[in-house]
């Protein structure tokens, strides 16, 4: 069994920087992949930024690019998202989810297996 943990969502202003944690337990060692994505409401959840857990090769989605580093700590079996330059646009519950099995349809939800509750990430002056 696999559980996800998400931290450090928040209120900030536009401009500002929050830095998200997700951390897992359970079967860690099967992990490929951590990928970050993000709901708005009444919008459909998307991708932001994917890890793999082995060697670390990084994937951003066009929003996050220049603006967003996702990093890991694989002793401490959690993931990271950096945010800067933070938008209004930003502003949605953000996921991690973990995918078992690697695949290059990185961007989709389905490539996951597992997911965690989200964290609230509001930008707003």
């Known amino acids: 069994q696999v559980q996800l943990v998400e931290s450090g969502g928040g209120l900030v202003q536009p401009g500002g920087s929050l830095s998200l944690s997700c951390t897992a337990t359970?079967?860690?060692?099967?992990?490929?992949?951590i990928g970050w994505f993000r709901q708005a409401p009444g919008n459909e959840r998307e991708v932001v930024s994917v890890?793999?857990?082995?060697?670390?090769?990084?994937y951003y989605e066009d929003h996050a690019k220049g603006r967003f580093t996702i990093s890991k700590d694989n002793a401490k079996n959690t993931v990271y998202l950096q945010m800067n330059n933070l938008k209004p646009e930003d502003t949605a519950v953000y996921f991690c989810?973990?995918?078992?099995?690697?695949?290059?349809?990185?961007?989709?939800?389905?490539?996951?297996?597992?997911w965690g509750q989200g964290t609230q990430v509001t930008v707003s002056s």
């Open positions: 359970g079967f860690t060692s099967r992990f490929e992949a």
């Open positions: 890890i793999t857990w082995s060697d670390g090769s990084r």
């Open positions: 989810a973990v995918q078992t099995i690697w695949s290059s349809a990185w961007k989709l939800e389905e490539s996951y297996d597992y």
